[in-house]
């Protein structure tokens, strides 16, 4: 019997397995690159945006008296009544590409036009060309957004979207309030650089398919489609009573500021605590937020934004208003990029653009009348009135999202 050799086994090769992926890779990944066009140009556009957080301390640098100054900040919320719904038509039939670059432009012409006007006139002319322009982009970029995912991973891509503008405007909010207290010049040079930039990767980097309709005959009938949504409509009330309410902490909040005799840079201060606490906690909170039911997370963040507003009436230092501050931002946070997935998720297909632009109206809505009425009732009726106000408006605009909630539930699911 011949002796056999047998070879001593081998330990088979380690079989390599890919490394799991991170939980920001698996929370934040997969949305596609015009997707990360629009969250990175929105970052720096928004460094740049200096100049309507600090445009009351600029009329006030300008010599333009306090109960003048309704007319200015009106004329801006009349144009970002127009900028929206020319933006979502533009979106729909050409697609965000053109519509976005169109409005960065026409964003940093206007303010030249705002920087360099000569009387009063001039000023409100500028200001309502400057309200248009600046939000002649954003049915675009929500459209982008919009078509990154749908489902859970649609809200938080929206998330990410509110979350890229608060970088920017924490930047903004520092930086903003050192250069108004050395004039205002940078701010209008930086603000208008920025919305170029923006323009320029749109106009590298997106495709141009990017938001566009599918097909022409999708893209006509112009807000019809929108206008016969039933849900739709009925979620404008408690959009535009949230909306009004939180617009007071960029314009009633300064004049409250400076009315306490404190400098600019509280208000900076405050935007930076605000922007901070929602860059901190947005990212870590929409994976814990996103398992609630939208409507009941909606009511309950708008309530502390309700609270944390009319807490300003009781604000007399800058740490005062910086805790009032605090409350308003937990509540922000709580609804972050929660309406406009909704409005997504409600849009046909082919007309994101309009839906956005509808959803960027009501808005504009909204701020027109908390700058031109809110203003107008701190200067005629006193601080308490407006404050007073404020939370009455927006505990009416939560318990009205609480209405809807089962309809808003059978439409979408969530």
């Known amino acids: ?36 066009v629009v969250i990175g140009g929105t970052a720096v556009n928004r460094i740049g945006t200096m100049v309507l957080p600090f445009l009351v301390f600029f009329l006030g640098f300008r010599h333009v008296p306090t109960d003048r100054i309704p007319f200015v900040l009106g004329a801006l919320g009349a144009g970002g009544l127009v900028g929206p719904v ?4 533009l979106t729909d039939r050409f697609g965000s590409r053109p519509a976005m670059i169109t409005g960065m432009l026409a964003t940093a012409g206007a303010q030249g036009l705002l920087f360099v006007a000569p009387n009063l ?36 891509a929206f998330g990410l979207f509110h979350w890229s503008i608060n970088v920017g405007t924490a930047v903004a909010g520092a930086v903003g309030g050192f250069l108004a207290e050395h004039g205002y010049g940078l701010l209008f040079a930086l603000d208008a650089a920025t919305c170029l930039a923006y323009a320029a990767l749109v106009a590298a980097r997106l495709p ?16 019809r489609t929108v206008l016969r949504d039933r849900l739709m409509l009925s979620l404008l009330l408690p959009v535009v009573l949230a909306e009004a309410t939180y617009a007071q902490t960029e314009f009633a909040l300064p004049l409250a500021i400076r009315d306490h005799g404190l400098p600019a840079t509280v208000f900076g201060l405050a935007a ?76 046909p297909a082919g007309a994101q653009g309009r839906y956005q632009g509808l959803s960027g109206w009501a808005r504009g809505a909204a701020r027109f009348g908390a700058l031109l009425l809110g203003s107008a009732a701190y200067a005629g009726l006193g ?31 969530a």
């Open 1 to 36: 019997m011949t002796s056999q050799l047998i070879a001593p086994a081998c330990p088979p090769e380690p079989v390599s397995t890919p490394a799991a992926p991170s939980y920001l890779r698996a929370r934040f990944g997969g949305f596609g690159a015009p997707f990360w």
């Open 86 to 89: 020319l933006g979502g038509l």
């Open 121 to 156: 006139a001039t000023l409100v002319l500028a200001a309502g060309t400057l309200g248009a322009a600046g939000s002649l982009h954003m049915p675009g970029a929500g459209a982008v957004v919009a078509g990154a995912a749908g489902g859970t991973r649609r809200r938080i």
């Open 208 to 223: 141009r398919s990017a938001g566009r309709a599918e097909g022409a005959r999708q893209a006509r009938g112009g807000y």
């Open 272 to 347: 930076v605590v605000n922007a901070v606490l929602v860059v901190a906690l947005q990212p870590f909170a929409a994976a814990v937020l996103s398992r609630f039911d939208r409507a009941g997370l909606w009511a309950l963040g708008s309530t502390l934004v309700t609270l944390g507003v009319a807490l300003t009436g009781t604000a007399d230092s800058a740490w005062g208003f910086v805790l009032t501050v605090l409350v308003w931002s937990l509540g922000e946070v709580c609804v972050s990029g929660l309406y406009s997935s909704l409005v997504a998720d409600l849009a």
């Open 383 to 413: 601080a308490a009135s407006l404050w007073w106000g404020c939370l009455l408006l927006g505990l009416t605009g939560a318990a009205t999202t609480l209405l809807l909630a089962r309809k808003i539930q059978a439409r979408t699911g």
